[in-house]
Every structure is written in C-alpha cells, then in structure tokens.
C-alpha cells in the first residue's frame, strides 16, 4: 500500500468538504493500486487498521471538475466510488485520448464544460 498522491489527496479533500462524514476515512486510507487503461486510470484503495463502522452508503462523486494536464488536449474528468460507507475507486478517464496515466502537473477547472469530439 501507498500514500495518496497531491491530486488523490485533493480530489478526496473535495468530498469531504461536500460530506464531512468521510473526514476520519483520510488518515487511513492508501492506495492499494494504480492501473493506467489506456484513455483513463484506476485508482483503488484500501483502508489501514480501521476501526471506523461502515454504513450503507453507495454513491458515485464527482465536484464535476475537469483537470487539465500538459499532455492532454480536452483534459481529465474523474469519479470516486463509495460502496457500503467505503471509498473504493477514483477513475480517471480522459475525453477518448490516448493516455499513459501519469498526472504530473495539473490544474482544477470549476465545472466541466464538455468538450466537442
């Protein structure tokens, strides 16, 4: 297991500003992997001695951002599964670009503005 990286840790701050139940999920959380599909990336998780109860809350977030990249022309947009009260996956996925999966510098864009194909 890892430690989430600047935008992982970003991303998932923007969820816990919108539900602030999450927030004790931070300190334990890692990342268990991180696959690049080609236009898109997969990010699962896993949580580290956790003590926390679980609920049943399911959800898919996203703060509707697009992230922009040097490498990308129409940028990244992303979504975090939560699955029984877990954080479970950040998916990544580009505007059907070819794409290596490495972020490096990015930038948040309030709102996405869905690009033409």
Known sequence: MTELN????????????KYPT????????KVSSRKSTGTGLLVTFEYE???????ETNALFSNEENIEIKKLKKGLNYV????????????????DEKWDGVIGDYK???KISYPEK
């Open 6 to 17: 600047p935008i992982e840790l970003t991303l998932l701050t923007g969820l816990i500003e």
């Open 22 to 29: 999450f927030k004790a999920h931070l300190d334990i959380l």
């Open 49 to 55: 001695n956790s003590e926390l109860e679980w609920d």
């Open 80 to 95: 975090i599964d939560i699955t029984m009260g877990k954080i479970e996956t950040l998916e990544f996925s580009t505007y």
């Open 108 to 110: 948040l864009v309030d």
